[in-house]
Antibody
Framework: EVQLAESGGGLIHPGGSLSLSCAAS????????INWVRQTPGKGLEWISI???????YYAASLRGRFTISRDQSQNTFYLHITSLRTDDTAVYYC???????????WGQGVLLTVSS | EIVLTQSPATLSLSPGGRATLSCRAS??????LGWYQQKPGQAPRLLIY???NRATGIPARFSGSGSGTDFTLTISSLEPEDFGVYYC????????FGQGTKVEIK
């Protein structure tokens, strides 16, 4: 059974940085497509980033520059690092994995990030 | 960016009823149109991929169809556990989601 478990959310002040983690079991991070998606009441579901098995990374055009996706093969975990946090980054962040690009076969439970002073 | 527009916003139906959800794309989606179900406090769950293929473990009452810019998710006979919000998502270009259709109990 595939399980993805996020951690690392919380309350962060504007301008700060943080990393979200997604620990995978039953799913090999380095040989599949890994993704981060966020959800807000106002903008709905927004695809943030994708990493291919090759290691190539892609980002939503509107978010490029502040978000970095990475993975640790030894830990079978992947990450999203966000810098220069803004109040409109407040969202539930989901990690997702798939055997194909641009799809979410498996999802974590989501983690809430609140950016506020 | 491909914009996906879902209709109706809300669908009120009784258990056993037939649900027909629509998703229209702002430009042709050559492949990779999927549907997800989301319940309160839960992550989205993949139901349908590549327009018409059911994901693992998804019951046969869920079916997808369509091509080009117009796609449909049909739930043939609603079960109590089917009530929730449904999203379409395209993967033909940078992935985007529709705004969702809420299926509620009438």
């Amino acid at each position: 059974e595939v399980q993805l478990a996020e951690s690392g959310g919380g309350l962060i002040h504007p301008g700060g940085s943080l990393s979200l983690s997604c620990a995978a079991s039953g799913f090999t991070v380095s040989s599949n497509y890994i993704n981060w998606v966020r959800q807000t009441p106002g903008k709905g579901l927004e695809w943030i980033s994708i990493m291919y098995p090759s290691g190539d990374t892609y980002y939503a055009a509107s978010l490029r520059g502040r978000f970095t996706i990475s993975r640790d093969q030894s830990q079978n975990t992947f990450y999203l690092h966000i810098t220069s946090l803004r109040t409109d980054d407040t969202a539930v962040y989901y990690c997702a994995g798939a055997g194909r690009p641009n799809r979410g076969d498996y999802w974590g439970q989501g983690v809430l990030l609140t950016v506020s002073s | 960016e491909i914009v996906l527009t879902q209709s109706p916003a809300t669908l009120s139906l009784s258990p056993g009823g037939r649900a027909t959800l629509s998703c229209r794309a702002s430009q042709s989606v050559s492949c990779c149109l999927g549907w997800y179900q989301q319940k309160p406090g839960q992550a989205p769950r993949l139901l349908i991929y590549d327009t018409a293929n059911r994901a693992t473990g998804i019951p046969a009452r869920f079916s997808g169809s369509g091509s080009g810019t117009d796609f449909t998710l049909t739930i043939s006979s609603l079960e109590p556990e089917d009530f929730g919000v449904y999203y379409c998502q395209q993967g033909s270009h940078w992935p985007t989601f529709g705004q969702g259709t809420k299926v509620e109990i009438k």
